[in-house]
């Protein structure tokens, strides 16, 4: 069965399972964090998703597609980048750092993957 909607990548599924597990753990974080290093990770790793959506939109051009993933890709990256500064902060455990860490690097096979085979998703 092809893949009508973006909803039903399961790439797409995993980022926003993750994103919203980083909205949750930044509800705890410190007030002084609200404008800042929470508003920054909760931006970032929903972008991952809002970028699959917009690159989704563009299959009929394949180079935007893939530049769409690529941008995904950054803001795991990103989003990778502000976990480390909430372990640091001790605003998370090492435990939680190291299962998130690890669910975006799946992420990033996933997203690699689907850049290295544009052409099937694309028309």
């Not at 399961?10 to 929470?38: D, G, H, Q, W």
């Not at 394949?62 to 941008?71: G, H, P, Q, S």
């Not at 455990?93 to 544009?118: G, Q, V």
Request: include cysteine; glycine fraction near 0%; charge should be neutral.
């Amino acid at each position: 069965m092809a893949i009508r909607h973006f909803r039903e990548l399961e790439v797409y599924r995993k980022a926003f399972n993750v994103a919203m597990k980083v909205f949750e753990i930044t509800k705890s974080f410190p007030i002084e964090e609200k404008y800042s290093l929470a508003d920054q990770i909760r931006r970032s790793s929903r972008s991952v998703c809002s970028n699959l959506a917009e690159g989704w939109r563009k299959r009929k051009y394949e180079a935007v597609f893939r530049n769409k993933l690529t941008d995904a890709m950054q803001e795991a990256s990103e989003t990778q980048s502000w976990l480390e500064f909430c372990l640091a902060c001790n605003y998370i455990n090492e435990l939680l750092f190291k299962e998130i860490d690890a669910e975006y690097e799946e992420i990033f096979l996933m997203l690699n993957s689907m850049e290295k085979n544009a052409e099937k998703f694309c028309f």
